[in-house]
């Protein structure tokens, strides 16, 4: 099997993340780790034994190199992905895929002229307990949906003195928390019910006006350990919270919250999915259980293990029961689909893809205008 080599652009927490999870992903090289700044790149690369640059071009003419990961702030994801596609380089980008919907629209065009794989790293749906909701929706066992509803809380920005990059509307763009894990709860959502958002009402709240900037260059949640020293105090306009009721295909109705600031909270992703003969819930900081409620036989929690799992899930669950599959692995999971889809040209992609990264932009819109406006906005049909 051809060996698919690869560079991993962007050095802070996200850069590290994927490079774990390549170093567990089959037939599959990084080849380099690309960044700004000298001294962080190369400590990164240094821990994995992996060449490090600042020169991007470099990479990108570097024909032995077939992809790259863009894991970088938002506002640069659509110009390292443009670059990195007209160099004919499969592309997997973090979310959101830009901080526009014509950013979104032009990268969804260039891979779809150049037929590159591409793919925006919305990880959470390969969670064995998510798939196993999807498989319970596509055998019929919810029934028709009625009801999604759930929110995705963080408190690592709870205080004004907590910062990160996200904060700062040209390198996060002019949304945060929606986002940031908004549009993980909406993918995976849709991605469970196989319905997509036609129209919403959002409320924004920013309860930090002004937040302390430190002068020393932070990673992400590592915000939570600085202090009041030496830092500056800077403007806010992003969202702390948000809060949307939402349409969900043509008779389904749901509600969602997206949190910085709920104390406690580390990385609660809770979703619950309604049917007419069955429902689910699922918590991301008790991964291996679902919940599976019925009205006439009794409710019931399943513990993940993929022997005993619905055909649809079982594919996404590397080890046996009593074994926790986390976060970590749901990336491992992606970069598998995507580059075995590299190797394939006829293998369809199981891996969302900058189109999903599209609609996700039209719907991060939508909140905007929707709580400017105190409105309803309907979202554009595909």
Same mark, same amino acid.
């Given at each position: +099997?051809?060996?698919? !080599?690869?560079?991993?652009?962007?050095? %802070?927490?996200?850069?590290?993340?994927?490079?774990?999870?390549?170093?567990?992903?089959?037939?599959?090289?990084?080849?380099?780790?690309?960044?700004?700044?000298?001294?962080?790149?190369?400590?990164?690369?240094?821990?994995?034994?992996?060449?490090?640059?600042?020169?991007?071009?470099?990479?990108?003419?570097?024909?032995?190199?077939?992809?790259?990961?863009?894991?970088?702030?938002?506002?640069?994801?659509?110009?390292?992905?443009?670059?990195?596609?007209?160099?004919?380089?499969?592309?997997?980008?973090?979310?959101?895929?830009?901080? =526009?919907?014509?950013?979104?629209?032009?990268?969804?065009?260039?891979?779809?002229?150049?037929?590159? !794989?591409?793919?925006?790293?919305?990880?959470?749906?390969?969670?064995?307990?998510?798939?196993?909701?999807?498989?319970?929706?596509?055998?019929?066992?919810? %029934?028709?949906?009625?009801?999604?509803?759930?929110?995705?809380?963080?408190?690592? $920005?709870?205080?004004?003195?907590?910062?990160?990059? @996200?904060?700062?509307?040209?390198?996060?763009?002019?949304?945060?928390?929606?986002?940031?894990?908004?549009?993980?709860?909406?993918?995976?959502?849709?991605?469970?019910?196989?319905?997509?958002?036609?129209?919403?009402?959002?409320?924004?709240?920013?309860?930090?006006?002004?937040?302390?900037?430190?002068?020393?260059?932070?990673?992400?949640? %590592?915000?939570?350990?600085?202090?009041? #020293?030496?830092?500056?105090?800077?403007?806010?306009?992003?969202?702390?919270?948000? =809060?949307?009721?939402?349409?969900?295909?043509?008779?389904?109705?749901?509600?969602?919250?997206?949190?910085?600031? =709920?104390?406690?909270?580390?990385?609660?992703?809770?979703?619950?999915?309604?049917?007419?003969?069955?429902?689910?819930?699922?918590?991301?900081?008790?991964?291996?259980?679902?919940?599976?409620?019925? !009205?006439?036989?009794?409710?019931?929690?399943?513990?993940?293990?993929?022997?005993?799992?619905?055909?649809?899930? #079982? @594919?996404?669950?590397?080890?046996?029961?009593?074994?926790?599959? %986390?976060?970590?692995?749901?990336?491992?999971?992606?970069?598998?689909?995507?580059?075995?889809?590299?190797?394939?040209?006829?293998?369809?992609?199981?891996?969302?893809?900058?189109?999903?990264? $599209?609609? #996700? +932009?039209?719907?991060?819109?939508?909140?905007?205008?929707?709580?400017?406006?105190?409105?309803?906005?309907?979202?554009?049909?595909?």
């Amino acid at each position: +099997m051809k060996k698919l !080599r690869t560079a991993v652009i962007g050095t %802070g927490f996200m850069g590290r993340v994927h490079l774990e999870a390549l170093r567990r992903t089959e037939g599959v090289e990084v080849a380099a780790v690309v960044g700004r700044e000298s001294g962080s790149a190369e400590k990164l690369a240094r821990g994995f034994d992996i060449p490090w640059t600042a020169d991007l071009a470099k990479v990108l003419e570097d024909s032995s190199i077939d992809a790259v990961h863009v894991c970088t702030p938002n506002a640069s994801h659509y110009a390292l992905s443009l670059a990195a596609l007209r160099q004919g380089k499969h592309v997997l980008c973090e979310k959101p895929l830009s901080v =526009s919907v014509a950013e979104a629209e032009e990268l969804v065009n260039v891979a779809k002229d150049k037929s590159l !794989r591409n793919c925006v790293c919305h990880n959470l749906r390969y969670y064995p307990m998510v798939q196993q909701m999807r498989a319970m929706r596509e055998r019929g066992e919810l %029934g028709e949906i009625l009801v999604a509803q759930g929110t995705y809380s963080q408190d690592w $920005l709870l205080y004004e003195t907590d910062w990160n990059w @996200r904060v700062d509307p040209t390198a996060g763009g002019p949304l945060r928390a929606m986002a940031d894990i908004g549009t993980h709860w909406f993918d995976m959502a849709g991605h469970i019910t196989g319905l997509n958002i036609t129209s919403l009402s959002a409320d924004l709240q920013t309860f930090h006006k002004q937040r302390r900037r430190p002068r020393q260059q932070n990673e992400t949640f %590592g915000g939570k350990l600085l202090k009041d #020293q030496d830092a500056d105090l800077i403007h806010v306009e992003s969202d702390d919270f948000a =809060s949307v009721s939402f349409h969900l295909g043509e008779r389904a109705r749901g509600t969602m919250t997206a949190s910085q600031v =709920s104390a406690g909270r580390k990385n609660r992703l809770c979703i619950e999915i309604y049917g007419t003969e069955a429902s689910v819930a699922w918590d991301q900081e008790r991964p291996d259980e679902l919940w599976i409620g019925r !009205r006439n036989a009794p409710n019931q929690t399943i513990i993940k293990d993929p022997s005993l799992l619905l055909a649809g899930a #079982q @594919r996404f669950a590397d080890l046996p029961g009593g074994h926790s599959e %986390g976060y970590d692995d749901t990336f491992k999971q992606v970069f598998r689909r995507f580059y075995a889809s590299i190797l394939d040209p006829d293998l369809a992609p199981e891996y969302p893809q900058m189109e999903d990264g $599209l609609r #996700q +932009m039209k719907l991060l819109d939508a909140v905007l205008v929707s709580s400017k406006s105190r409105s309803w906005i309907d979202l554009p049909t595909d």
